[in-house]
């Protein structure tokens, strides 16, 4: 009896320590939250393939630090690069489109300037203009320079090399 008491407690204690998660939103979504209430955009372009998009998911977006501030901070979007679902943006349907033995999704391809990388992570300001394009696997200590650097509006007026040379970390 107390071997099952514990196991509940323990079970219990899991649960309630449970890890926050990005709270991510399809591009239409965030665009229509941005209306009401602008933020900006981080943009995750990944495919289902790609090694390193599923290390950036297991390490990166469950560290606790980089969870909370792009929850706070950002509309968080998770694109497909390879994506099958149209996509409408400015009067205009973004498609999936076949080449090759895979294909791409022609919003993925805008927003990467054509250059087919992933993991990128796109940036855009609260009127839907393009900040930065990152693209590679992004550890937690570059994510959080990185989404510090935009979310506290430094690219304005400070260069990036001089931001992360005075960079004091919270991780």
């Given at each position: 009896?107390?071997?099952?008491v ?11 320590t ?5 709270n991510w939103v ?18 995750d372009?990944?495919t ?6 599923k ?14 501030y792009?929850?706070?901070?950002f509309?968080a ?5 390879e ?13 999936f ?27 855009l300001?609260?009127?839907?203009q393009?900040?930065?394009?990152v ?18 509006k430094?690219?304005?007026t400070?260069?990036?090399d ?5 960079f004091?970390?919270?991780?």
């Amino acid at each position: 009896m107390k071997n099952i008491v514990t196991i509940l407690l323990l079970f219990l204690a899991l649960q309630l320590t449970a890890q926050e998660k990005v709270n991510w939103v399809s591009f239409e979504e965030a665009i229509k939250l941005n209306k009401n209430n602008p933020r900006l955009m981080l943009i995750d372009v990944y495919t289902d393939w790609c090694g390193w998009c599923k290390k950036m998911d297991k390490t990166t977006y469950e560290n606790d630090f980089i969870v909370n501030y792009i929850n706070k901070n950002f509309y968080a979007v998770k694109l497909d690069g390879e994506g099958k679902n149209d996509i409408v943006y400015n009067d205009y349907t973004f498609k999936f489109k076949s080449q090759g033995r895979r294909g791409y999704h022609e919003l993925a391809a805008s927003l990467l300037n054509g250059k087919l990388s992933y993991p990128t992570t796109v940036f855009l300001n609260d009127k839907m203009q393009l900040l930065d394009r990152v693209p590679g696997y992004l550890d937690t200590k570059l994510m959080e320079q990185i989404v510090t650097y935009f979310a506290t509006k430094k690219y304005q007026t400070v260069k990036w090399d001089d931001y992360i040379k005075n960079f004091k970390s919270n991780l």
